[in-house]
């Protein structure tokens, strides 16, 4: 080789090290100017590099003999509202500083202290899903477009465990606060349940869970921002893949309406209806912070709203009560003939006087019966709603 062809190498070896360290250097300088220093915190430890979600997301949970001799068998599945845990990021930069962190303290640092008085009951149904709003991470950073927000919901990722550890199978992750800290938060959260083993769906990603031989597909929208519009141009095809994969049960769960509204408007129930035309066995509704009544449309159900389920945004909300919704599937040699449901009125704290976050059933009967007063009350507004709210299973 002559050292004019050597020299030539050299000198763009050297050029194409000055590029890389530029295009480096203009890198770093556009994250720091989308991201100001003090909107970076870290509750923990550096977060653990997620994977891309994957279009379908299934567990199986070990199957029981459970049919009986005359083949009967039932599948319940049981709905909540909003679970929002944590810190608001926007009031109180750390946990510990929060109403939360505060309450946590209080009850010795377990973690998971908001579920202890519905644990036994959502350890005695086949699958519990709950809307979980806010962002699971150790290290997030505001995005621009939210550094005016009222509330940012933030939670460690090891919080993610407090929900299989409570019977808690499922969540669905679409809402107005699951992009509170943008995609890195949205795909540190979803990577955080996954790993705990909780089944997730949203938009792109049908939940799956399959228990004593039933599978059941769950699927999730939100309708903000022209979503109506989307969710009629997919529904019927994402319904039909559920049935496809061999979804036995399809449930869709809709994060819809206004907040602090008792009943839906007129979009939300002729989506509600559609999704039924669609195929869909259930359809579940939160958002507004409010018990919404419930619509039995061509045998099947819609619940409009579930309101909140265990809510850390506010120390003390106007309204505290809510209701858990329940459906039992019955089956006889393999194949549904019937359904029925209840609901377990509850208050979102087990404190009347302030928010304590622990989810509660109600024992007295004024409480109860406010709760199925309200429901019965805004029934009104519906076109089919249910004559009765059981609040126990039939015989």
Partial sequence: MSKRLLNAILWLLLICLTLNTALVSAEEEEESSFFDAKDSIIVTAAPTPVPTPVPVFTTTEPTQETVSPSGLMSIVITATGDLTIGTNYQAYRNLDASIFGKELKRQGGKIDFYLRNVRSLLSEDDLTIVNFEGTLADQVRVPSNKRNNQFLFLAPIDYAQTLPDNSIEAATMENNHV??????????????????????????????????????????????????????QTL?????????????????????????????????QRLGKATIDAGADLVIGHHSHRINPIEEYNGKYIVYSLGNFSFSGNAKPSDMLTFIFQIR?????????????????????????????????????????TVLNTLKKQGQYISNPVETYPLEWEK
């Fill in 179 to 232: 992009m509170d800290f943008g995609e890195e938060g949205y795909a540190s959260t979803m990577n955080a349940l996954q790993s705990a083993g909780v089944v997730v769906a949203n938009s792109t990603t049908l939940g799956i869970y399959e228990v004593k031989g039933v599978k059941i597909g769950m699927l999730a929208y939100q309708t903000f921002n022209g979503g109506y519009d989307r969710i009629y």
């Fill in 236 to 268: 019927q095809s994402d319904i039909d893949n559920a049935r496809t994969l061999g979804c036995d049960i399809v449930t869709v769960s809709y994060h819809w309406g206004e907040e602090l509204d008792y009943h839906p408007n007129a979009n939300q």
């Fill in 329 to 369: 599937f019955k089956y006889r040699r393999g194949q549904m003939y019937g359904t029925e449901f209840r609901i377990v009125p509850c208050r979102i704290s087990s404190k009347t006087d302030y928010n304590d976050f622990a989810v509660t059933p109600l024992s007295e009967t004024r409480y109860i019966d």
